[in-house]
């Protein structure tokens, strides 16, 4: 089973448009986050979620907006797609010590 | 604020050879530090913690670190690297104090050569 997961693996789409990625965690945390991974392979954390609420927004365009349904969840949003909007996501969870697992990524490319 | 530097963007090393990959850390308090390794097209996986007590940690696949509080680093090392290690590797640091996001280096690129 995997722990973390995220879907869409892949995802291509054209500048304006509005898309969504989804996050699943079967661990029991209670903390979740999403990251970015730019085309240099930096990570950056975007946003962190405790029991469903909203704990770190970091300068991030409000056309990106998560949606925590339940612990388990962390959905991304994003608005207006544009061309720097490229890049890899990931979505990770912790409980305790904040040892972080990862979700596969999904690879955004805006045309 | 934390930050992560690692020294070495790219290290290229002949197969059975030892490699020593770099990280420094900054942070005025007290911290947690993860090496983490991402294989092409893959997500993150941790290779090994340092939360607290013995300063050398073992992680997988061979791998160990060492934390030097005096020095501030967190540097990994393997004995004799295989060409399954070729991968990006990622130190990262995060407070003690709760589940915080991870700051992380800008990676190391490790190419293994046959």
């Known amino acids: 089973d995997t722990a973390v997961s995220q879907t869409p693996k892949y995802l291509v789409t054209q500048m304006g448009n509005d898309k969504s990625i989804k996050c699943e965690q079967n661990?029991?945390?209670?903390?979740m986050y999403w990251y970015k991974q730019d085309s240099k392979k930096f990570l950056k954390i975007m946003f962190s979620?405790?029991?469903?609420?909203?704990?770190i927004n970091e300068t991030v365009p409000n056309r990106f907006s998560p949606k925590s349904p339940d612990k388990a969840h962390l959905n991304l949003h994003i608005n207006s797609l544009e061309l720097g909007d490229s890049a890899v996501y990931f979505c990770a969870s912790s409980r305790t010590e904040n040892i972080q697992y990862f979700g596969a990524g999904t690879r955004l490319s805006v045309l | 604020a934390q930050s992560v530097t690692q020294l070495d963007s790219q290290v290229p090393v002949f197969e059975e050879a030892p490699v020593e990959l770099r990280c420094n850390y900054s942070s005025s308090v007290s911290v947690y530090l993860f090496w983490y390794v991402q294989y092409p097209n893959q997500g993150l996986q941790l290779l090994l913690k340092y939360l607290s007590g013995s300063t050398l940690v073992k992680g997988i696949n061979g791998f160990e670190a060492e934390f030097n509080k005096s020095q501030t680093s967190f540097h990994l090392r393997k004995p004799s690297v295989h060409i399954s290690d070729t991968a990006e590797y990622f130190c990262a640091v995060s407070d003690p104090s709760g589940n915080t996001p991870l700051v992380f280096g800008k990676g190391t690129r490790l190419s293994v050569i046959a």
């Open positions: 661990l029991g945390h209670d903390t």
């Open positions: 979620y405790n029991n469903k609420e909203l704990i």
